[in-house]
């Protein structure tokens, strides 16, 4: 069905012993949450590779990143997820509705017409959606496009069951992506928007630098399509230098203790990278995050 190289996945898969692999999975999973770990985090492996390394570890769902997906062709990715078990937390990424990166308007909502779909076609909870640098427009005009393009998706993510998930940057690194750099940026479009499939992403790197932010939680969470864990050592500066949780000094347990008296039991995508985690060991990071993840959220359970 896959090929050679996804028969040679799914025999890799078929190698871990099945109650290990049962046990190693139940601890990515808990009542307050499900782990997910995002493919940016293991850059240089395949879609294939992710996956069979990701089940190996223990890790029960994945982030997809459509570079990946495309690699390894849409249909085959679809089967091979149905096959391993494996739960998709969300596909990233679509945007640029404001033309910073050379695309009209129509054409950005067509890329996130075809991402919906390709999401539903993994049965990913969510898209992330990212507005696109202001490109020379006003902060109005640029708001105003992008209300503009959640608007005219929403119909299709509310058919093809997947939430529009925008995600607010901080202002040290959002630049080339996006004009959305805090809460109150995206909120205040959520209510402009107004769709019950247009929801937000919770990355810690971005947002956990806010001395707000936990306090704030209770009125978050029903806004909430995915919460993204990552740590940093300082606030971003040009480019996102993330590092392996509980290494650096953003206040993970506080915001987790708070998003879990909240309510939010749903994905929590382990996302990594910078040059800090350039030449890490894959496998070791997995590890190091299905850990993580059992003392921030398990315990709690």
Request: aromatic share 8%.
């Amino acid at each position: 069905m896959f090929g050679d190289d996804g028969g040679r996945i799914l025999r890799q898969v078929a190698t871990v012993h099945t109650t290990e692999r049962k046990y190693k999975i139940s601890k990515g999973l808990c009542l307050l949450g499900t782990l997910s770990v995002n493919e940016a985090t293991t850059f240089r492996w395949t879609f294939e590779e992710d996956v069979a390394h990701y089940i190996e570890e223990g890790i029960p769902a994945i982030g997809v990143w459509r570079q990946k997906l495309s690699d390894c062709g849409e249909e085959k990715a679809a089967e091979l997820i149905q096959e391993t078990g494996l739960r998709v937390s969300h596909l990233f990424w679509a945007g640029g509705f404001t033309g910073s990166d050379g695309r009209t308007f129509r054409a950005s909502i067509e890329d996130a017409e075809e991402a919906l779909r390709a999401a539903a076609s993994l049965k990913a909870e969510s898209l992330i959606v990212y507005s696109g640098a202001r490109a020379g427009h006003t902060h109005n005009h640029a708001r105003r496009l992008f209300k503009e393009a959640l608007l005219e998706l929403a119909p299709l993510a509310a058919e093809s069951r997947v939430a529009l998930a925008v995600e607010p940057m901080h202002p040290g690194c959002a630049a080339e992506f996006t004009f959305v750099t805090s809460l109150d940026d995206v909120m205040n479009l959520l209510d402009a928007v107004n769709h019950d499939h247009v929801k937000f992403v919770l990355d810690t790197y971005h947002l956990g630098w806010d001395p707000q932010l936990v306090q704030r939680i209770p009125e978050l969470v029903p806004r909430l399509a995915l919460v993204q864990l990552a740590d940093g050592k300082h606030a971003p500066k040009g480019e996102q230098d993330r590092c392996r949780l509980g290494d650096g000094v953003l206040p993970l347990r506080e915001i987790v203790d708070a998003l879990a008296a909240a309510g939010y039991n749903g994905f929590y995508d382990v996302e990594l990278l910078g040059e800090e985690l350039e030449n890490a060991d894959y496998r070791d990071l997995l590890r190091h995050a299905r850990n993580a993840f059992a003392g921030l959220v398990e315990k709690r359970a």
